[in-house]
């Protein structure tokens, strides 16, 4: 019994010794400061400016049966007076920078009106660079009667 009260009396000193830091840690992080300080996609939709209020980037490796296969998907929407709208990008076999050119189902886009979706029938997706910490491109897309251009992303990756 003598050593069950030992061990919980140096259990005890050990965590009181503890304390949270205030400061941040001195060490170096491996991630980039602020990455959603970065995070931003825009275009122009039908003749108006679209800039994001949010957005994120995520690639899905190892998806499918082969396990070198990675697929990508972006999605960003904007809230205006109550109403939401938001452009999605999906890439399956997602290899790194280039263009991939939009044709359903291998890599689609869309716009939705709150949630009426509009598919893109034409366009591209063009990723410039693609790091540890974020997707850096241009896009362009029609979907029905909705033109988009001018599209730039950057993305933070999780």
Known sequence: MK???????VSLS??????????????????QKDPDS??????????ASWQT???????????????????????ATR????????ISFNVTQFTGPGTYTVNPPRVTAAYYIGTQRHFATSGSIVVLSDTA????????FRADTIKVDGGTFDVALP
């Open 38 to 47: 970065t995070v931003s996609i825009s275009a122009t939709i039908n003749g």
């Open 133 to 140: 910490y974020a997707l850096r491109g241009t896009f362009s």
């Open 79 to 86: 809230t205006n007076n109550g109403g939401a709208t938001t």
């Open 53 to 75: 209020d949010s957005a994120f980037g995520y690639k899905i490796k190892n998806s499918g049966n082969d396990s070198s296969i990675s697929n990508l998907y972006i999605n």
């Open 3 to 9: 050593s069950l009260f030992a061990i919980f009396v």
């Open 14 to 31: 050990v965590c009181m010794a503890c304390k949270k830091s205030s400061s941040p840690v001195t060490g170096k992080s491996v991630q």
